[in-house]
């Protein structure tokens, strides 16, 4: 007699065909194909592909905020999260595009949202803005990944690089002034950038809270 699939063979077998096909690429049907079984065989599991990306979103953060050092100071905690959103999204192809539009109530999400706004409630921020600041950060991190993982590696920015630098000596002295801003490509120094940005914003916050 056959043994049930698994719930977590069923999640993986959808990450295997989302490194090869993308987020398009997942369906059901492929899914079911890659264990060997029918179709209705998953519904035991999963009633819609977007509950089986919730699953996928769900996994992909395992390991996020899983170890917080004790006393560490809030910035630090919301770097780290922050920083490991972004690793776990980068695992995957399209990895950050699966996490957007999942609402989620796991283990995983709420432990994420726990560490967030106990660092910022122990720094003295209401638990409101701790929330709502936590839940930005992770917006930030979500976004930045999704455009970091549609950059084409085609060479074919190289053409719209030319069109870029035409158009904007021509017409646009600020941006042609930061042509050499534009033209780079280090997502690593773009993020943390913008991490810090955010990070400052939320120190100036604090600092106004009575």
Same mark, same amino acid.
């Given at each position: 007699?056959?043994?049930?699939? @698994?719930?977590?063979?069923?999640?993986?077998?959808?990450?295997?065909?989302?490194?090869?096909?993308?987020?398009?690429?997942?369906? &059901?049907?492929?899914? *079911?194909?890659?264990?060997?079984? $029918?179709?209705?065989? &998953?519904?035991?599991? #999963?009633?819609?592909?977007?509950? =089986?990306? +919730?699953?996928? *979103? +769900?996994?992909?953060?395992? +390991?996020?905020?899983?170890?917080? /050092?004790?006393?560490? /100071?809030?910035?630090?905690? =919301?770097?780290?999260?922050? %920083?490991?959103?972004?690793? *776990? #999204?980068? *695992?995957?192809? +399209?990895?950050? %595009?699966?996490?957007?539009?999942? #609402?989620?109530?796991?283990?995983?999400?709420? $432990?994420?949202?726990?560490?967030?706004?106990? @660092?910022?409630?122990?720094?003295?921020?209401?638990? $409101?803005?701790? @929330?709502?600041?936590?839940?930005?950060?992770?917006?930030?991190?979500?976004?930045?990944?999704?455009?970091?993982?549609?950059?084409?590696?085609?060479?074919?920015?190289?053409? &719209?690089?030319?069109?870029?630098?035409? =158009?904007?000596?021509?017409?646009?002295?600020?941006?042609?002034?930061?042509?050499?801003?534009?033209?780079?490509?280090?997502?690593?120094? $773009?993020?943390?950038?913008?991490?810090?940005?955010? &990070?400052?914003?939320?120190?100036?916050? =604090?600092?106004?809270?009575?």
């Amino acid at each position: 007699m056959r043994q049930p699939i @698994a719930r977590d063979n069923i999640v993986e077998a959808a990450f295997k065909i989302l490194d090869e096909a993308g987020m398009e690429g997942v369906t &059901l049907r492929k899914v *079911a194909c890659t264990l060997g079984i $029918r179709a209705p065989s &998953l519904y035991w599991h #999963f009633k819609s592909k977007q509950a =089986l990306v +919730d699953a996928m *979103a +769900d996994a992909m953060i395992v +390991d996020v905020a899983r170890h917080i /050092p004790e006393g560490q /100071p809030w910035r630090q905690t =919301l770097l780290q999260i922050a %920083r490991e959103f972004r690793i *776990a #999204f980068k *695992a995957r192809r +399209d990895g950050a %595009r699966v996490y957007a539009g999942t #609402f989620l109530a796991t283990e995983n999400v709420l $432990r994420v949202g726990e560490a967030s706004i106990a @660092a910022l409630v122990g720094a003295g921020a209401s638990v $409101r803005f701790a @929330a709502t600041a936590s839940m930005d950060l992770v917006y930030y991190a979500m976004g930045f990944v999704i455009e970091e993982q549609s950059w084409p590696g085609d060479g074919s920015m190289e053409a &719209l690089g030319e069109a870029f630098m035409a =158009l904007a000596e021509a017409r646009f002295p600020h941006c042609w002034d930061a042509r050499e801003v534009w033209s780079e490509v280090d997502f690593d120094t $773009r993020f943390e950038q913008g991490l810090g940005l955010m &990070l400052d914003g939320i120190e100036l916050r =604090l600092a106004l809270t009575p």
